[in-house]
């Protein structure tokens, strides 16, 4: 299995990034994919989630209106589109997999649920 995430960099106060999560090893449909991030001496904060076969979507309040996520099947890749940045948004960025499941839907933001993750992108917002 793996996971590769890949656009992050350096952008200004206001500005766009859009993330991408190139995926492999599993059955794509079959998972939700989750985004989170983690600033230095922070916790790792759930950012946003996807169910790839039902298409559920959530997002953390910080982010609701601004980030939005997305999916396309044939590529295996999740995307994070992150629009109106602030310099709070900056951290490592990462994605996670798991089997989806009614449960996920309510615990996403938990960390631990998550079999598969990624190395990680570092999105920096300047003010």
């Known amino acids: 299995v793996q996971l590769v995430e890949s656009g992050g960099g350096l952008v200004q106060a206001g500005g766009s990034l859009r993330l991408s999560c190139a995926t492999s090893?599993?059955?794509?449909?079959?998972?939700?994919i989750g985004w989170f991030r983690q600033a230095p001496g922070e916790e790792r904060e759930g950012v946003s989630i996807?169910?790839?076969?039902?298409?559920?979507?959530d997002y953390a309040d910080s982010v609701k209106g601004r980030f939005t996520i997305s999916s396309d099947d044939a590529k295996k890749t999740v995307y994070l589109q992150m629009n109106n940045l602030k310099p709070a948004d900056t951290a490592v960025y990462y994605c996670?997999?798991?089997?989806?499941?009614?449960?996920?839907?309510?615990?996403?933001?938990?960390?631990?649920?998550?079999?598969?993750w990624g190395q990680g992108t570092q999105v920096t917002v300047s003010a």
């Open positions: 996670a997999a798991r089997y989806d499941s009614v449960v996920l839907k309510r615990l996403w933001v938990n960390s631990d649920e998550y079999d598969y």
């Open positions: 090893g599993f059955t794509f449909d079959d998972y939700a």
């Open positions: 996807i169910g790839i076969s039902d298409g559920f979507t």
